[in-house]
């Protein structure tokens, strides 16, 4: 079957842009997860959502960083007035439940010029 | 708070030969652990995972891990290295009571020699 689905796979944009990353998880999973990842790094923890409501968002950066799921399956990240320090992959993941394993998406590369 | 460490940066292997990559993690109990293997402009792909039982953990690939408590150590070995196991490789841990939250090292870049 399909799996995680990522658009646009690659994004540039301007500093001080509006960009929104789309997540379409596996059909049934429940649970949905953005990860962000820098050039030499592991991926960081971003944000989780358990149906519509975001469980924990602890790993937002800070306001700018926004991510709803309004109808518990495709998600959108939102990142307003974009700073070049936000130029990353963005991953997004989901499971079935909890205890079943994180399947990943291909990620969104975003570049902040 | 936990963490994870992959001391190397980057590994050359002959195809053929056998590799060991190393993880550390800083937790106070014992976590979930997990390996993920990522090719270049793809996601990361659960090679596999460790939860409790048995300290050898067989995954896809070939690959095996071995949890050792006493080291908090979970390395990740191959026998026989093939020419498609060139990727990065990544070490994360989760804890018992934030699911899918998950921890990862910086990485670990497998070249592959003929």
């Known amino acids: 079957g399909a799996g995680v689905s990522q658009t646009p796979s690659n994004k540039v944009t301007e500093k001080g842009k509006y960009v929104e990353l789309r997540c379409d998880p596996i059909?049934?999973?429940?649970?949905l997860y953005w990860y962000r990842q820098s050039l030499g790094q592991g991926p960081e923890f971003l944000i989780y959502?358990?149906?519509?409501?975001?469980?924990?968002d602890s790993g937002l950066p800070n306001d700018r960083f926004f991510a709803v799921r309004p109808e518990g399956s495709v998600s959108t990240l939102k990142i307003q007035r974009t700073e070049r320090g936000d130029s990353a992959v963005y991953l997004c993941?989901?499971?079935?439940?909890?205890?079943?394993?994180?399947?990943f998406g291909n990620g969104t590369r975003l570049t902040v010029t | 708070a936990q963490s994870v460490t992959q001391p190397d940066i980057h590994i050359t292997v002959s195809e053929g030969a056998s590799l060991e990559l190393r993880c550390n993690y800083s937790?106070?109990?014992?976590?979930?652990l997990f390996w993920y293997v990522q090719s270049p402009g793809q996601g990361l792909q659960l090679l596999l995972k460790?939860?409790?039982?048995?300290?050898l953990v067989q995954g896809i690939k070939g690959f095996e891990a071995e949890f050792k408590r006493s080291q908090s150590s979970f390395n990740l070995r191959k026998p026989s290295v093939h020419w498609s196991d060139a990727a990065e490789y990544f070490c994360?841990?989760?804890?018992?009571?934030?699911?899918?939250?998950?921890?990862f090292g910086a990485g670990t870049q497998v070249v592959v020699t003929p």
């Open positions: 993941a989901s499971s079935s439940r909890d205890g079943s394993p994180l399947h």
């Open positions: 059909s049934g999973h429940t649970a």
């Open positions: 959502f358990q149906g519509t409501g975001a469980a924990d």
């Open positions: 937790y106070g109990a014992t976590p979930y």
């Open positions: 460790y939860f409790s039982g048995d300290t």
């Open positions: 994360a841990l989760m804890t018992t009571d934030s699911w899918g939250k998950l921890q």
